[in-house]
């Protein structure tokens, strides 16, 4: 299976703009911390569910066993993210860790699988503990595993 085609609409955010192109023109060797910190990301591409266009989004890197979580916290925000709507409409997605990017295939997790997942995501990054106490919504995690060519 080919990389995701389509027109890229770059993010209203300039920071987001910034990270991703700094990220791709490097192979994910530069811009690849949440902004300049510590933190690992991976840049995440996936199909607009209103424009069709293709959207990037740095997102924190929680990988276990070649399998990626990401977590639509929106800072702990009321509502999803965007790309959460777009992930459920569209569920085959890029994900670039590294210099290579492939396809994953997201799902939304549930139940026990949905715990253990976000239990892992807090023990990488712990930020999304206090993300969750400023939300009353239950914070989504996808599962996002590789498509096999």
Known sequence: MDLLEGEYEPSAQGWVREQVAAYEASGGAKANT?????????VITSRGVRSGKLRKNPVMRVERDGKYAAIASY????ENPVWYHNFLANPVVQLQDGPEPALYRARLLEGEERADWWEHAVATWSTYATYQEKTDREIPVFLLEPIDS
Not at 34 to 42: E, T
Not at 75 to 78: E, I, L
């Open 34 to 42: 949440l902004r300049g910190g510590k933190d690992p990301i991976v």
């Open 75 to 78: 800072g702990g925000g009321p």
